[in-house]
């Protein structure tokens, strides 16, 4: 926290700024609760999901804003590190990742459109069918 951006963030602590969560701040600024009340679902997602995602990343908190709320909420990632699956998927109710079944990374990242088209279609096909 306050030592990134070159020690900005500790000299405006020395200011008198407090600490506040960067991803508790969108999601109010998004007001993402309210939105939630209406949502049967949430997708949210990063580029690389990994052990670090569980740590106050975004999608972890929206994670935890859509439980709260009783909303399933679907992790859709360029990539997820494998060591930390097991660990994401007890998170969300559902963890995707670009990279696979048949689509490289370079793939991914060349022709991000229709590969994210491509699995969102996928997903829509078997999960939410199979988790309603």
Same mark, same amino acid.
């Given at each position: 926290g306050a030592g990134a951006a070159g020690g900005l963030g500790y000299a405006l602590l020395l200011? +008198? /700024?407090?600490?506040?969560s +960067? /991803? $508790?701040? !969108?999601? $109010? !600024?998004?007001q993402l609760d309210a939105a939630l009340a209406q949502a049967d679902w949430v997708i949210t997602g990063e580029g690389?999901?990994?052990?670090?995602?569980?740590h106050g990343k975004l999608p972890w908190v929206v994670a935890q804003h859509a439980r709260r709320a009783q909303v399933p909420v679907?992790? !859709?990632? +360029?990539?997820? $590190? /494998? %060591? %930390?699956r097991v660990t994401l998927e007890q998170a969300f109710t559902a963890c995707h990742a670009l990279v696979g079944d048949g689509i490289t990374q370079t793939q991914a990242m060349q $022709?991000? /459109?229709g590969c994210?088209?491509?699995?969102a279609r996928r997903i829509?096909?078997?999960?939410?069918?199979? !988790?309603r």
């Open positions: 200011c +008198g /700024a407090r600490r506040r +960067g /991803a $508790e701040a !969108l999601c $109010e !600024l998004m690389q999901s990994d052990a670090q995602t569980l679907l992790l !859709l990632s +360029g990539m997820i $590190e /494998a %060591s %930390s $022709e991000t /459109a994210l088209s491509e699995r829509a096909q078997t999960t939410f069918t199979r !988790l």
